[in-house]
């Protein structure tokens, strides 16, 4: 593999509308346009914004029972799940950690996977190794491209009507300026919104209807991470990683009833285990009091100095208008309302446990 | 007055021992949208290379360095309600210590302004 950073299809117009690129997990993506990522970020939860993330693995996977064969690897139920419709899973391992999480979408006569970019070189392995009798095939000659934001609907509608009717978690493949793209109606960012896979020759033009609407701006990487922060979405390698169970990471919601009764995948003795008595610590939302913001690895202590954990993602929440941030804590202080301090370059500053998401999700039910 | 410029993007504007010290626009958009400022209180000294502040943006806290030896004699106060100031006006209202300079030998390490031009070049 070349040490050079990937482009997408859209890199000349990332630097066309004055993009700043930089690497990330291998591909030279924009971190924000002029706008800048509080005003990307705030267009987002008014109005729409594109962002390129063709940089995540898209994947499909062909063959007999594959939701079945597929099971063996997730914890999620995806054996009943309906053509055309989508949900989040993850790849748990023999400790049941998390290996990465994933979008898996019944298309049909195939399943439609969209994995994360820095884990592509160990999920494709991982499900062609342990997917028996299923065809493999990661999708290169693809962009994928999100349209986000309650304004969505009405950028993505005027080029594809199809998409207006849509609901939260549905998939369809559809006609967008005379070529066949797969549309999903959901995201990142706790907004409204799609997904869209587009063939590589044609996601320049497409990107660029998009954009033609008055209310769609491009956004980037900094502004994807502040909305998916907000909205008390994981990012995997932050919040999720291979030593969090699924419990401890409150994504109970993606194990379905009958995963949980009857296992059957990587981990399940310990993840059945961690619904039955519990877990000793929990990832909650963490709002600092003050005006400083603390990252990804600051201590959080009780009020009596005992620490009790550390936050795994944190920053500034353009819509909330502060600091925001989560992360792990004991489950005995895991209660909104709870008041903490965060160690910032040796200080306490005072913070409080929220339920998250710090913005409520706006998504089409 | 004489403005000089530090190779971690600050600049120091002088008139006789007091130096008045912020950061400069190319930090500003460097940083990006600053939304907070630690700022150290009047009376504190450092020497030159010395932490004396930390300045978040969306995307990252970055440190900010003494330039010379000194105390500092004034804070600017309005930077912590309005941290945004830093990318409106870096190199005027959003100055951000003024300071008492102890080695004035040491401004002769910093650069002026067309060689701090070239610097960022």
Known sequence: MSDMPKRTPLYDLHVELGGKMVDFAGWEMPVQYPMGIMGEHKHCREKAALFD???????????????????????????????????????????????????????????????????????????????????????????????????????????????????????IVADILGTECRISRLGYTGED??????????????????????????????????????????????????????????LNWAIQKRRRE?????????????????????????????????????????????????????????TVGGPVAMGYVTTANAVPGEKVNLIVRGKAQPAEIIKLPFVQQNYKR | MTIYFSEEHEWVSVEGDIATIGITTHAAEALGEVV??????AGETFDKGDEIGVIESVKAASELYAPVDGEITEVNGILTDEPAKLNESPEADAWIYKIKITDASQLDDLMDADGYKAFIA
């Open chain 2, 36 to 41: 907070f400022i630690e700022q150290q209180d």
């Open chain 1, 53 to 171: 993330v063709s940089h995540m693995g898209q994947v499909i996977l062909r063959g007999e029972n594959v939701a079945e064969k597929l099971e063996a690897l997730v914890p999620s139920a995806l054996t009943a799940l309906p053509a055309g419709k989508a949900r989040y899973t993850f790849f748990t391992n023999e400790n049941g950690g998390i290996m990465d999480d994933l979008i898996v979408s019944n298309a049909g006569d195939h399943l439609f996977v969209v994995v994360n970019a820095s884990m592509r070189h160990q999920d494709i392995p991982h499900m062609t190794a342990n997917l028996e009798g299923v065809e493999v095939t990661e999708i290169f000659d693809r962009a994928l491209v999100a349209v986000q934001g309650p304004k969505a609907v009405d950028v993505v509608g005027a080029l594809c009507p199809a998409a207006v009717e849509m609901k939260f978690m549905e998939t």
């Open chain 1, 262 to 318: 009857d296992g059957g995948f990587p981990g399940d003795t310990r993840i059945l285990k961690d619904f039955a008595d519990g877990t000793g610590r929990k990832l909650v939302g963490i709002k600092p009091l003050g005006r400083a913001p603390a990252r990804g690895g600051v201590e959080v202590q009780s009020e009596d100095g005992t620490t009790i954990g550390s936050i795994t993602s944190g920053g500034f929440g353009p």
């Open chain 1, 193 to 250: 919104g799609y997904e869209i896979s587009i063939p590589e020759d044609k996601a320049d033009e497409i990107s660029r209807a998009f954009l033609g609407h008055d209310d769609c701006e491009p956004a980037g990487l900094g502004a994807r991470d502040s909305l998916r922060l907000e909205a008390g979405l994981c990012l995997y390698g932050n919040d999720i990683d291979n030593d969090t169970s699924p419990v401890e990471a409150s």
